[in-house]
């Protein structure tokens, strides 16, 4: 009976060791498991001239804990000020928003901030805008039907470093160039792509290179990348040429 005695207050004092032991490897877990949450925290800047839009976007973002809304812009000139103040993680760009486009705004970002990783998240889901995003350094296109859960899977995509392109759009792409590669179409489609031949076109209507990127929502540096391809593939180097070479081919 000594033993049992004297045993039973020791077996208390070790439960009592491993029961702190726990409590403080339990905390020192969550305060892991906290540390790991901030340090993971990925910093959203929101552009969408659309109220109704934007806050839906801002929503859905929210419902992931591993995202904040660092800020939101109704234009392409607020979107590039507070890109610059807030230095966020990932922004996701409506193509179309006034002040600046969304691909001026590509463009200042890749020369300003490469490490903001632009998402697209546009209505406009024609293979043209989505291959001038990606030239202008967009890392992912989406369209407005994708679902809040694939908007969140594709900012944390983007901000590992990956890109993601709407599987519609993705497809579109493939006809494009499937058709390219096969010659299909008539005598001037193969040479020229669909935004080459809007481009020509309203080259022949007489518009300044700045006056084409504000009607195409496209940048003044991508209408002259557009007409350096079409002047390499036509064999043409001035604009009246061009003008010329577009009524003779029936483009206008």
Known sequence: MKNDIVAGPALASAATEVTSTNEAGAKASATARRAGAERMMIRVLVAEDHPLVREGIIRALERDPGMTIVGEADNGITAM???????????????????????????????????????????????ESLLDAVAAGAAGYLSK????????????????????????????????????????????RPLLATRELEILRLVADGLTDNEIGKQLYISP???????????????????????????????V
């Open 81 to 127: 000020e507070l890109a610059r103040q807030l230095n966020p993680d990932v922004m996701v760009l409506d193509l179309r928003m006034p002040g600046l486009g969304g691909a001026v705004v590509l463009e200042r970002l890749r020369a300003e901030l490469p490490q903001v990783r632009a998402l697209i998240m546009t209505a406009n889901e024609s293979p």
């Open 145 to 188: 039907r994708t679902t809040g859960e694939e908007l969140r899977q594709a900012v944390i995509t983007t901000y590992g470093g990956g890109s993601v392109i709407t599987p519609e759009l993705a497809g579109h792409l493939l006809r494009e160039f499937s058709g390219s590669a096969r010659g299909e179409g008539s005598s001037v």
């Open 221 to 251: 540096r991508t209408v002259q990348n557009h007409l350096t391809r079409i002047r390499e593939k036509t064999g043409l180097r001035r604009r009246s040429e061009l003008a010329r070479w577009a009524v003779e081919h029936a483009v």
